[in-house]
C-alpha cells in the first residue's frame, strides 16, 4: 500500500484542521488542536539511516550516469566506498550499542534497532552488488576503451609478471609480516578498514593445513602500475608470491578480506583540562573497537569464512560477499589520471568581485573593500584563498589589527590559516583560537594544531566542556583613525583551503556593528565564564537555533493567513530533528509552501494528503559537494535568510555551538536568487516521494554547471 493510501498519514479534520480559521491564533501561536493532530500522525518520519542509505544511493546512481566525464564516475564509485565504511564506522555501530546496551528504544521512525538494522543490512547488500556491478560491467570496459586497464594477476603477460616479481622482491617482501593461527599463535588482532589475505598452507610432510593471515600494507598504492595505463590490485601481487612469504609450505588458497570497526568515540571529560587526555585515550581504543562488517570476496571457501566469522565474532548478517576486488577507495588514484578528456572541465575559483585586482596586480586591500561594503563569498566559484584566507593573512600582517579570534573545526594539513594564525601571535597580536579537537576523524590532527599553536603564543580554547564547537567564526578587531572596528566572517565551511575547492559553502564578510557584538559576546562564551544566550543578529544553539527557526515558520503562517507573501525555503545537509519537521508539516497544513533542498539524510515525508500537501524536496549532487546551509522566509513581504554552520540534527541542534546569521539586505538577496536557480523546475534533481524513495527529475539544467557559467560570465565582465 502506497503512502497516500495509508490513512494513518491523514490529519485528521477537526476543529484545528487548515480550513478552519481558528488554526492559527492571531498573534501566530498555532492552534493546539492542529498541533496534536500532526503529532498523532504515525510513520510522518522517514527512518534517518534509511534515508542516509538513499544518499549514497544518489551517489552511486552519478557513477553509473553515462553523460559524465568517465573518471568522474570512478571517483564516484571510491566515494561510495568511503561514505559506506564511515556509516558502519559509526552509525551502524551506534545502533549494534544501543542494542547491547538495552538503550533500545523505537527511533523517531516508529521503528525499532535491531528493525532498522535488518532493513541496513539487507540495503547494503543490494547496493554492494550494485556498486559491484557499476565497477565491473559498466566502468572497468568504458576505462578499457580508453586505453585504461584494471586488470587481474591472470591477465599480466610475462614483462609484467616480471616487473611484479622484482617490486615484490625489493619493495613489497619486506614490509610484509605473515601471522599464523594454531595452538601457539592466536588469531590476529585485525584493524579496521585493513585489506588482508586469508592465506590457507598445508604442511607437505604432515599434510596439515594451517591458516596465516597476511596484511595488505597501506603505505603502497593501492593499484599497481604497469606501465602503459595498466594496473593490477596490490593484494593480487603479494599473493601471487605467497610462496616467498612461506617457503617449504604448499599455499592452497588465498582470500581477500577486509573488517569495519566501530571507530565512533566516546569521550566523557569533566572540566576541559582533561579533555586532551580523554581523548588521546580514546583514540587508541578507536583502534580496537568491536566488528561491525565483514567483507569477503565472493570466491572465498566455506570453511575459511566460517573461521573469519567464528574468530570475529561477527553474525552471518554482517558478511558481504561480493565480486572482488575489494575496497575501491583505491579508485580515487584511478581518477586523478592524467586525463583531462574524461573529467569535468577544469574550473579555477575567481576572485570575487569587489575583492579583485583592477588596476593593480597588488592584492586588494581586504578591510578597505569591507568598509565599502559587505561580501558575501561562494566557494568554491569564489576564491577561498583570496577571500577568507587572504582576509586571516592581511590581519596578521597589518600592524593596525590588534586581535584576531577565530574557530577551527577542520583544517588542512599545511594550513596557511594556522601559520597565519602563528605569525599574528609572534608579531605580539592577540589570538584566540578555539580548537574543537573532538572533530570526528581529524582528532589526531587538531591535537597536533592546538599544541602547535599554544607553542607560538596563541591562546588555545576548547569550548564548552559536553558540547562540540561546529560554528565557523573569525573576527579582527583593528585600530583605525575612527576607533575600533571590528571585521567579521561567519560561514557555513570549514576554514580548510583544500576542501573549499571541493564543498560549496557560503560565508559572510561583514563589518556591521551589531553583528561584530554579537560575535564578541560568543567568543567571551566560549572563552571565559560568559553567559549571554539571547543576539541580535545571531541563532546560537543549542540556546536559540531549533526555536528562532520555528519562531519564524509561525511567523510565516501568520503571514500566509494574513494574506501577506509567505513562504518557506531552506537549503541543507541533513533534516532529521522532528520539532523542526512539525513546524514545517504545520505550515504546509496552513498552506504555505515549504521547498527543502536536502544533500543528504531527510526525515521529511513530502506531499501526504492532509499533512505535508505544499512540501516539496529536491536533493543536489555533483562535481561539489553541496555543503552550505540557508534558512529562507519571505517575511510577509520582507524577506529574511539566515545562513550558518547549523543542520536540523538533533547532534547540531543540542549538542553542538552553531551559529547561523541574519544576513544583511543585499547578500540576503544574493542567496534568493541562488535559491531561486536551485528550485527552478528546469534543475535537475532528485524530488523526493512520499515513500522515502528519490527519484530523478528531467530537468535539464546543472545547478554547478550554471553557476560556473555565471561565474566565468562575472570574470569576463570585470575591468582589469
Keep these: 500500500m502506497s503512502l497516500e493510501q495509508q490513512p494513518d498519514l491523514a490529519v485528521v479534520p477537526s476543529e484545528g484542521h487548515p480550513a478552519d480559521p481558528a488554526a492559527l491564533d492571531l498573534d501566530g501561536i498555532p492552534n493546539p488542536g492542529l498541533v496534536a493532530a500532526i503529532e498523532d500522525v504515525d510513520n510522518r518520519f522517514i527512518d534517518r539511516e ?79 552488488h550494485r556498486h559491484a556491478r557499476a565497477f565491473h560491467d559498466q566502468v572497468i570496459p568504458e576505462l578499457n576503451q580508453q586505453g585504461i586497464e584494471l586488470v587481474r594477476w591472470s591477465d599480466l603477460d610475462r614483462d609484467e609478471q616480471k616487473f611484479c616479481k622484482r617490486l615484490f622482491k625489493d619493495r613489497i617482501f619486506p614490509v610484509l609480516t605473515p601471522l599464523a593461527v594454531d595452538p601457539a599463535h592466536p588469531f590476529p588482532y585485525i584493524s579496521g578498514l585493513s585489506l588482508n589475505l586469508a592465506v590457507v598452507i598445508r604442511n607437505p610432510k604432515t599434510e596439515k593445513e594451517l591458516f596465516a593471515r597476511v596484511k595488505v600494507p597501506s603505505n603502497f598504492d593501492r593499484f599497481v602500475a604497469l606501465g602503459n595505463a595498466r594496473f593490477v590490485p596490490l593484494e593480487d601481487v603479494i599473493g601471487a608470491h605467497l610462496g616467498r612469504l612461506f617457503p617449504g609450505m604448499d599455499v592452497l588458497e588465498a582470500h581477500t578480506f577486509r573488517v569495519t570497526r566501530n571507530e565512533d568515540l566516546e569521550v566523557e571529560e569533566d572540566d576541559a583540562e582533561n579533555l586532551l587526555a580523554a581523548l588521546e585515550k580514546e583514540l587508541l ?35 558481504f560477499r561480493v565480486r572482488g576486488p575489494l575496497d575501491l577507495r583505491g579508485l580515487h588514484s584511478i581518477a586523478d589520471l592524467p586525463r583531462d578528456d574524461l573529467k569535468y572541465p577544469s574550473f579555477v575559483p575567481a576572485t570575487h568581485a569587489r575583492l579583485a585586482e583592477v588596476e593593480s596586480a597588488a592584492p586588494v586591500d581586504v578591510f578597505k573593500a569591507l568598509r565599502r561594503r559587505d561580501v558575501l563569498v561562494h566557494h568554491p566559484y569564489d576564491s577561498f584563498a583570496t577571500s577568507v584566507q587572504r582576509f586571516i593573512e592581511q590581519a596578521a600582517a597589518d600592524p593596525h589589527v590588534l586581535a584576531i579570534k577565530q574557530t ?132 546560537v544553539a543549542p540556546d536559540s537555533v531549533r526555536a528562532g527557526l520555528v519562531e519564524q515558520i509561525h511567523a510565516e503562517i501568520a503571514h500566509h493567513r494574513a494574506g501577506r507573501p509567505a513562504g518557506i525555503r531552506f537549503k541543507a545537509n541533513s533534516v532529521v530533528d522532528e520539532e523542526t519537521i512539525d513546524a514545517l508539516y504545520l505550515a504546509s497544513c496552513e498552506g504555505v509552501p515549504v521547498e527543502l533542498l536536502v544533500r543528504g539524510i531527510c526525515a521529511v515525508r513530502p506531499g501526504v494528503p492532509g499533512l505535508s500537501d505544499h512540501i516539496h524536496v529536491r536533493s543536489v549532487l555533483g562535481r561539489f559537494l553541496e555543503h552550505s546551509r540557508i534558512f529562507s522566509f519571505e517575511g510577509g513581504g520582507e524577506p529574511v535568510a539566515w545562513i550558518g554552520s547549523a543542520d536540523l540534527m538533533h547532534r547540531n541542534l543540542d549538542r553542538r555551538v552553531e551559529v547561523l546569521v541574519r544576513l544583511p539586505d543585499a547578500s540576503r538577496d544574493e542567496v534568493r536568487r541562488l535559491l531561486d536557480l536551485a528550485f527552478a523546475p528546469t534543475t535537475q534533481a532528485w524530488v523526493l516521494g512520499p515513500d522515502g524513495e528519490w527519484k530523478r527529475n528531467a530537468g535539464v539544467d546543472h545547478l554547478q554547471e550554471k553557476l560556473i557559467e555565471q561565474q566565468r560570465r562575472r570574470r569576463a565582465d570585470t575591468p582589469r
Design 408 to 539: 577551527l573545526y577542520r583544517t588542512s594539513g599545511d594550513s596557511p590559516i594556522i601559520d597565519a594564525l602563528i605569525d599574528a601571535a609572534e608579531a605580539g597580536k592577540q589570538v584566540l583560537v578555539l580548537v574543537e579537537i573532538k572533530a570526528r576523524f581529524d582528532e589526531q590532527a587538531n591535537i597536533r594544531w592546538a599544541r602547535k599553536l599554544e607553542q607560538a603564543g596563541c591562546h588555545v580554547v576548547y569550548g564548552l566542556v559536553g558540547l562540540k564547537t561546529h560554528c565557523k567564526l573569525a573576527m579582527v578587531v583593528r585600530d583605525e583613525p575612527e576607533g575600533i572596528r571590528r571585521y567579521t566572517h561567519i560561514g557555513t565551511g570549514n576554514y580548510n583551503p583544500k576542501t573549499s575547492r571541493m564543498y560549496e559553502d557560503l560565508g559572510l564578510l561583514t563589518t556591521d556593528e551589531t553583528i561584530g557584538e554579537d560575535v564578541a559576546h560568543l567568543f567571551n562564551n566560549l572563552s571565559g565564564w560568559s553567559r549571554k544566550a539571547t543576539y541580535d543578529q545571531l541563532l
Design 285 to 319: 581504543r578507536r583502534k580496537f573497537g568491536p566488528p561491525v562488517r565483514l567483507e569477503v570476496e565472493e570466491s572465498i571457501a566455506p570453511s575459511v569464512l566460517e573461521l573469519l566469522v567464528s574468530e570475529l565474532d561477527i553474525s552471518p548478517k554482517e558478511v
Design 50 to 128: 534509511l534515508s542516509w542509505l538513499r544518499f549514497n544511493e544518489r551517489v552511486l546512481e552519478l557513477a553509473e550516469d553515462e553523460s559524465l566525464p568517465l573518471l568522474e564516475r570512478a571517483r564516484f564509485l571510491a566515494i561510495f566506498t568511503s561514505n559506506l565504511d564511515e556509516f558502519f564506522m559509526v552509525r551502524v555501530a551506534g545502533l549494534k550499542r544501543r542494542i547491547a546496551t538495552g538503550l533500545a528504544v523505537r527511533a523517531a521512525s516508529g521503528m525499532m534497532p535491531l528493525e532498522v538494522l535488518e532493513a541496513i543490512w539487507q540495503r547494503t547488500a543490494e547496493l554492494s
